[in-house]
């Protein structure tokens, strides 16, 4: 980091409006808070920025919630900082009244982009970001309750619902709370290293989780073959191992019918679906195995499996040894 602005602190604006989801404003200030603490304790001097958090809003005054508490904004548009990073929470229900109150922040989004600020915007949230036409010609993701409608209001933007999170440069839009606190995370290890980025991650998010990396779709990239589909298929089957769906109804959500994912599915990978399937829930049954306390059963039900009889089979199918065994010997190389 330049010691010129090694002790500049760092920006952070949230926006501010009626019906916005509370939890969306404070995970993130709480999150940011505490990474904020921990690398004043463990960063040098040089090369620690002081954390400064500003609430905007188009008016002044106090915003009631459906919470009963009231949010106090610092500034206007017209009275705000030029900000690091700018965080759009969501919105309670349907977002369209509230993007058509807010013009005003709809600009300030774009000038602050035009400014170099990173924008995260969250569920429904991502309209406002949409509004500005940040989103145009991008990818996005929203709340799924109102993806269909998204796509009408915004048919420029390359919204894709079956994902979590995307990122288009500076821009992220996430379609969770979840996607959020991973988000954030990436976003802690950026201003204040990974070790920071750990620890919050360790005090704020569940058990298992996921990285970042594995979670977006990240603009320009897919799953190292240029099917995007086929990509967007693969991201959805990592992420609903426990789904009921068979691989002929996971091809009609994406509407192709089974031969033609089939065959398109193994020109991608060179595998059929159902190893690569199969392939996913050994894996993932094998990071649960070694990194969780879920007993076999709960593993089993994790990875889609019926029952632990089921999972069994598999494991000494592909690995010769059973889930206990796997765990037995895995856990004396991590921890003996």
């Known amino acids: 980091m330049d010691k010129e602005i090694a002790n500049n602190p760092l920006k952070v604006s949230l926006l501010v409006y009626q019906h916005l989801l509370i939890t969306s404003l404070t995970l993130p200030i709480e999150m940011l808070r505490a990474a904020e603490a921990f690398a004043k304790s463990h960063l040098a001097k040089s090369q ?17 919630n459906r919470t009963g508490l009231a949010i106090i904004p610092d ?33 300030w989004l774009a000038t ?8 995260i915007g969250v569920g429904t949230g991502n309209c406002l970001l949409a509004e500005a036409k940040l989103l145009d010609g991008h990818p996005a993701t ?7 409608q998204f796509k009408r209001d915004y048919p420029e933007v390359l919204l894709k619902p079956d994902f979590f999170i995307t990122q288009s440069e500076r821009l992220y839009s996430v379609a969770s709370l979840n996607a959020l606190a991973d988000v954030i995370v990436h976003i802690i290890s950026q201003y204040y290293g990974l070790q920071a980025a750990q620890h919050v991650e360790r005090n704020f998010s569940h058990e298992i989780r996921k990285p970042y990396e594995d979670q977006r779709y990240l603009e320009g990239a897919v799953d190292k073959h240029p099917d995007e589909l086929i990509a967007q298929i693969q991201f959805w089957l990592k992420n609903n191992l426990a789904s009921e769906h068979t691989l002929s109804e996971v091809a009609s959500l994406f509407g ?30 094998k990071e649960l195995l070694a990194s969780s306390n879920l007993s076999i059963q709960e593993v089993a039900l994790e990875v889609g499996y019926g029952d632990q009889g089921h999972l069994t089979r598999v494991f000494k199918k592909y690995l010769s040894q059973t889930p206990t065994d796997y765990r037995s010997i895995v856990r004396r190389k991590l921890f003996g």
Do not use: M
Not at 75 to 99: E, H, M, Y
Not at 112 to 119: A, G, K, L, R, V
Not at 258 to 285: D, G, I, K, M
């Open 48 to 64: 620690f920025r002081p954390l400064e958090i500003y609430l905007i809003a188009q008016h002044q005054q106090p915003i009631k």
């Open 75 to 107: 500034c206007t548009t017209q009275s705000a900082p030029k900000s690091d990073l700018i965080i759009v929470p969501g919105i309670w229900r349907n977002p369209r009244p509230v993007v058509r109150a807010n013009d005003e922040l709809v600009n």
């Open 112 to 119: 602050s982009w035009q400014d170099n600020s990173q924008i």
């Open 142 to 148: 929203t709340h799924w309750h109102y993806a269909e």
């Open 256 to 285: 192709l019918s089974y031969r033609t994912f089939s065959r398109r599915f193994r020109h991608a990978t060179n595998q059929s679906p159902v190893e690569y399937w199969q392939q996913l829930r050994v894996q993932t049954a």
